[in-house]
């Protein structure tokens, strides 16, 4: 079946230091690749998606390119900031299925 | 953005009884989607339905019933709880990315 591998465990980092989330995955379908954030308390948010190979969806600074050569969907921020603290989910969704396969998270962890 | 609801946001329970989990959509999203979230597992999915009068099984369906009636609505039912239910649940839809509601905090005693 499908699966998603991402950067686990907690990542620390300074603020103003750039930001980089790595993501694969392994599909029988040519999929479509998302992140999620989740900040403390709340629901997961749709922060990126993308079905084209080489591609770079951006939002709020985020950005991430679907590399289809190699699998890989990683989350880049050039700087990152307080608010960036977070919980995030890289996951996919292939064929007709919408249902989307998640990995087990990478919880952003921004100081000053 | 895809409005989802749910209800109840907190929910205390006892051993053995019955929970019904609630979650609307408006935004006429064919597909939904229950998951629960515990720390250490990250989001695991329970069931999902892809319109009105279909359910089907996730990846830990044991424990849980799902119902959708219509378009809008998609309960999930817990008809004898368990202490290892405790967890929060989330409610999503979406046709290709999916839009989470708010989560329901359920305590089982």
């Known amino acids: 079946g499908d699966s998603v591998t991402q950067t686990e465990g907690l990542v620390t980092l300074t603020e103003g230091l750039p930001v980089m989330l790595n993501c694969t995955y392994q599909s029988t379908y040519s999929p479509f690749l998302f992140w999620y954030v989740q900040h403390l308390n709340e629901a997961p948010k749709l922060l990126l998606k993308s079905f084209t190979d080489n591609k770079r969806p951006e939002h709020q600074g985020f950005h991430a390119t679907l590399h289809k050569s190699s699998s890989s969907f990683h989350l880049q921020k050039s700087s990152a900031q307080l608010s960036d603290s977070a919980l995030y989910y890289c996951?996919?969704?292939?064929?007709?299925?919408?249902?989307?396969?998640f990995g087990k998270g990478t919880k952003l962890s921004v100081k000053s | 953005e895809a409005a989802v609801t749910q209800s109840p946001r907190n929910k205390v329970a006892v051993t053995g009884g019955k929970v019904t989990l609630s979650c609307n959509q408006t935004n006429n999203h064919n597909n939904m989607y229950w998951y629960r979230q515990d720390t250490g597992h990250g989001l695991r999915l329970i069931h999902y339905?892809?319109?009105?009068?279909?359910?089907e099984k996730g990846d830990i369906p044991d424990g849980y019933k799902a119902s959708r009636p219509s378009q809008e609505n998609f309960s999930l039912i817990l008809e004898l709880a368990t202490p290892s239910q405790t967890s929060v649940y989330f409610c999503a839809s979406g046709d290709r990315g999916q839009y989470f509601g708010p989560g329901t905090r359920l305590t089982v005693l």
């Open positions: 996951a996919s969704s292939g064929g007709s299925n919408a249902k989307l396969t």
């Open positions: 339905s892809y319109g009105a009068g279909s359910t």
